[in-house]
């Protein structure tokens, strides 16, 4: 449908762009304002109209008496042969909220997000889904044993360089892991490295360690032979010397948080303790390699119940296979019974995949109960 010159004149452009605008929100339209009207424009929107004078430089028009002067043409075919096609702001807002809504609901369900659940915060942020599955991938790969961050990129993605500092993937990954750890974001190189090496990228073989007790393997692998001249004493095991796997005659391996823990362990049962293994707080790479080279073992683990404590447990669950040991509702609600006064907050509290109970109850006590107070408890699991 043609529109007429006269519609087209210069002094009318401003109504047309203001009833572009307003007809692009996706919402019904009965009436425009137009503002800063010149006097020419003012005239000109005078004789559109039929005023007997001039509107001056701000007007409300009504769109149905604009459009009885249109001489049978719409507003909207008028608007869009002069300006432009007419968008659909509320349309595509929603569009693009049920698309935000999908991916939302897919990094909810994603396998690393459902056993790290601290990881629900990186939702979040704006990224795409591609970005997200990356980020996600590499996650799924840590803690590294050790290895470049050029070489752990390359297994992930294919690049060695997507692990870069300022790429996009770096700066994600980076977050997750700051929100994983509960620790700022990192600010500066070292930051960052300390970060990587905290998650076991480029880590030192011979200084990153992990503590045990009662381990004692079969086989001639040296390491095995080593820790049976010690006969099931408190030992400490490099990164560099868990180079293959270790056969035990037991089939349940203890797991702790806390160092204090399997110091009593040792007093108690003496060169009889059983098979344990200490994380000494959030597992390094040395604790999940030994983790995952006992073949057949049964990993239960125990930690502190507060907001960190989950989040450590949820994390050596996912990486290794451990199953919760004293780690339910009933068990913190006992423990908090028996627990002395001056019991802390537990900090940011994150839900517990193993018991979507144990999150809940912990905020609503808002204490927390250190493994070392439930010890004995657990040295008499041991027995």
Same mark, same amino acid.
């Given at each position: 449908?043609?529109?007429?010159?006269?519609?087209?004149? &210069?002094?009318?452009?401003?109504?047309?762009?203001?009833?572009?605008?307003?007809?692009?929100?996706?919402?019904?339209?009965?009436?425009?304002?137009?503002?800063?009207?010149? &006097?020419?424009?003012?005239?000109?929107?005078?004789?559109?109209?039929?005023?007997?004078?001039?509107?001056?430089?701000?007007?409300?028009?009504?769109?149905?008496?604009?459009?009885?002067?249109?001489?049978?043409?719409?507003?909207?075919?008028?608007?869009?042969?002069?300006?432009?096609?007419?968008?659909?702001?509320? +349309?595509?807002?929603?569009?693009?909220?049920?698309?935000?809504?999908?991916?939302?609901?897919?990094?909810?369900?994603?396998?690393?997000?459902?056993?790290?659940?601290?990881?629900?915060?990186?939702?979040?942020?704006?990224?795409?889904?591609?970005?997200?599955?990356?980020?996600?991938?590499?996650?799924? !790969?840590?803690?590294?044993?050790?290895?470049?961050?050029?070489?752990?990129?390359?297994?992930?993605?294919?690049?060695?360089? &997507?692990? #870069?500092?300022?790429?996009?993937?770096?700066?994600?990954?980076?977050?997750?892991?700051?929100?994983?750890?509960?620790?700022?974001?990192?600010?500066?190189?070292?930051?960052?490295?300390?970060?990587?090496?905290?998650?076991?990228?480029?880590?030192?073989?011979?200084?990153?360690?992990?503590?045990?007790?009662?381990?004692?393997?079969?086989? #001639?692998?040296?390491?095995? +032979?080593?820790?049976?001249?010690?006969?099931?004493? !408190?030992?400490?095991?490099?990164?560099?010397?868990?180079?293959?796997?270790?056969?035990?005659?037991?089939? #349940?391996?203890?797991?702790?948080?806390?160092?204090?823990?399997?110091?009593? !362990?040792?007093?108690?049962?003496?060169? &009889?303790?059983?098979?344990?293994?200490?994380?000494? *707080?959030?597992?390094?790479?040395?604790?999940?390699?030994?983790?995952?080279?006992?073949?057949?073992?049964?990993?239960?683990?125990?930690?502190?119940?507060?907001?960190?404590?989950?989040?450590?447990?949820?994390?050596?669950?996912?990486?290794?296979?451990?199953?919760?040991?004293?780690?339910?509702?009933?068990?913190?609600?006992?423990?908090?019974?028996?627990?002395?006064?001056?019991?802390?907050?537990? *900090?940011?509290?994150?839900?517990?995949?193993?018991?979507?109970?144990?999150?809940?109850?912990?905020?609503?006590?808002?204490?927390?109960?250190?493994?070392?107070?439930?010890?004995?408890?657990?040295?008499?699991?041991?027995?």
């Amino acid at each position: 449908m043609s529109v007429p010159e006269r519609l087209r004149v &210069a002094g009318l452009r401003p109504v047309w762009r203001a009833l572009h605008e307003r007809l692009s929100s996706g919402h019904q339209v009965s009436r425009v304002r137009v503002t800063g009207l010149a &006097a020419d424009e003012q005239a000109a929107v005078a004789d559109l109209l039929g005023l007997d004078r001039y509107p001056g430089p701000s007007l409300t028009i009504d769109v149905a008496r604009l459009e009885g002067a249109l001489g049978g043409l719409d507003v909207r075919t008028v608007t869009e042969e002069i300006i432009g096609p007419v968008d659909d702001r509320r +349309r595509k807002r929603a569009e693009r909220q049920v698309e935000r809504q999908a991916l939302l609901d897919w990094f909810a369900a994603h396998p690393v997000v459902v056993a790290e659940p601290a990881l629900l915060a990186l939702s979040a942020v704006r990224a795409g889904r591609d970005l997200l599955e990356q980020a996600l991938a590499v996650l799924a !790969a840590l803690p590294g044993s050790g290895r470049p961050l050029a070489a752990v990129a390359a297994d992930v993605t294919g690049d060695p360089h &997507a692990l #870069d500092d300022g790429t996009r993937l770096s700066a994600l990954v980076m977050k997750a892991l700051s929100v994983l750890y509960d620790v700022p974001a990192p600010e500066g190189a070292q930051e960052r490295r300390a970060l990587w090496e905290r998650a076991g990228v480029a880590c030192d073989a011979l200084s990153t360690t992990v503590l045990v007790a009662g381990l004692l393997p079969e086989g #001639d692998d040296p390491l095995a +032979r080593v820790l049976r001249i010690w006969g099931g004493q !408190a030992s400490v095991i490099t990164l560099a010397q868990l180079q293959h796997t270790l056969e035990l005659r037991e089939r #349940d391996v203890w797991v702790v948080e806390n160092p204090t823990v399997l110091a009593l !362990a040792q007093q108690r049962f003496g060169t &009889a303790c059983p098979p344990m293994v200490c994380t000494s *707080g959030w597992p390094n790479s040395a604790a999940i390699r030994l983790l995952r080279s006992l073949p057949g073992a049964r990993l239960r683990y125990h930690g502190d119940f507060d907001g960190e404590g989950l989040r450590i447990a949820a994390y050596t669950m996912a990486k290794t296979g451990a199953e919760p040991w004293r780690m339910s509702t009933t068990d913190y609600l006992r423990a908090l019974e028996d627990r002395p006064s001056g019991c802390v907050p537990p *900090g940011r509290v994150t839900d517990a995949p193993w018991d979507p109970e144990l999150a809940p109850a912990m905020r609503s006590h808002g204490l927390a109960v250190p493994e070392e107070l439930v010890a004995e408890r657990l040295l008499d699991d041991l027995a």
